[in-house]
């Protein structure tokens, strides 16, 4: 049994009414209502058969979507893991870091085509990387003071995550430098990236140690839960690249965020049009 979880900025009532139809659903719930910040409506019990009918008609409205279990409840979630870059805050670190040297678009563009699987991530995470060689590591604070942002919802979501007793973990193929502050600021359980070397006060152009790529992130993921001796359903997972893909596989609930075309069409659950606190929605 599956209801259908309708979620956008603004949502008509003759489009909910007719979602409602075409899923097969007698009843119309608001979702959360005053926690979130934007509308969110269960339709319930939806027939998963009409996901293609529902898929289209949400995308010509601009809706998010998602058939859950009707058995999802938050009280049953004992772990979120989630990517930093583009899903927990709105930039690419490695992309603000770039500009302090003029080279943003160049780096930036070998950002995307990695994002979107079109490269191997540890190689070009190399790339990248050895071209800040010689920035000064003052730098990445400026980056961290005047430009990192959390993604709008994230610390609703997180504060009611912690609020229910549920574990975090912050695993990012970005830099230990952002993930430690950001785990200190939003009272995270973990945080595991990549570590940048720095000698003479100077990225060197080379990181520290094994890369966190999309397998490590997967990996760390099975290692938590099983510390917690959590099920794979009460684990949910967030991300926006190609390298979250196998963490997202990985959780019973792997949600893309605002994430790259690729993504989204391997996800089970897709969050386009909300913030981080759409993922309450879901749970009951």
Known sequence: MYKLIIQAPEIATQNLKRLAQLAGANQITAVRAGQLAHQAFKL??????????????????????????????????????????STLITIECIDEIADMLGIKAQVAAITERSMRGELDFSQSLTERVALLAGLPEHALEQVYT?????????ETLLKTAQANG??????????????????????????????????????TGRIVGNIVDAQTKADELRKYQAELGLRTEQVIALGDGANDLKMLAAA??????????KVRAEAAYTLDTTGLDGVLAYFD
């Open 252 to 261: 019973g609930y792997g949600i893309a965020c605002h994430a790259k075309p």
């Open 146 to 154: 005047e430009r990192l942002q959390l993604m709008p919802g994230a």
């Open 44 to 85: 319930s019990p939806a027939e998963h058969t009409s996901q293609p009918t529902i898929a289209a008609f949400c995308s010509q409205a601009g809706y998010d979507y998602a058939f859950v279990p009707t058995t999802a409840k938050l009280a049953d979630i004992g772990l979120i893991v989630m990517d930093m870059d």
């Open 166 to 203: 549920i574990k975090t973990l912050l695993i990012s193929g970005g830099f230990t430098f952002f993930t430690e502050r950001l785990q200190a600021r939003l009272g995270l359980s973990r945080a595991i990236a990549n570590v940048l070397e720095v000698i003479d006060e100077k990225l």
